[in-house]
Nanobody
Framework: QVQLVESGGALVRPGGSLRLSCAAS????????MGWYRQAPGKQRELVAF???????NYPDSAKGRFAISTDSAKNTMYLQMNSLKPEDTAVYYC???????????WGQGTQVTVSS
């Protein structure tokens, strides 16, 4: 069982930056693919950043060039650095770990990001 605890959500002005954190239980990074998703009110959950087990990354066009996913294995923590934030980035952000063999997946509890002036 993997436990994920997120932090870092906040109210930020347009153009600002935030870094979200996702602390994972155990030393598991090599066994999982990881991602950040978001869900705005009335909308479906969508991917904003993905980290493959070979350390390659993928971003949708909405996040490309502004968001960056990274990990610190010493701290068992995954990050999402978000720059040049826009009001349309407002959502609850979730981290996700998916086992590379069993496909079992785990979600964080979510952290609210609000971009508003």
């Amino acid at each position: 069982q993997v436990q994920l605890v997120e932090s870092g959500g906040a109210l930020v002005r347009p153009g600002g930056s935030l870094r979200l954190s996702c602390a994972a239980s155990g030393d598991i990074f090599s066994l999982y693919t990881m991602g950040w998703y978001r869900q705005a009110p009335g909308k479906q959950r969508e991917l904003v950043a993905f980290l493959f087990s070979n350390s390659s990354t993928n971003y949708p066009d909405s996040a490309k060039g502004r968001f960056a996913i990274s990990t610190d294995s010493a701290k068992n923590t995954m990050y999402l650095q978000m720059n040049s934030l826009k009001p349309e980035d407002t959502a609850v952000y979730y981290c996700n770990f998916r086992h590379i063999v069993t496909n079992n997946q785990y979600w964080g509890q979510g952290t609210q990001v609000t971009v508003s002036s």
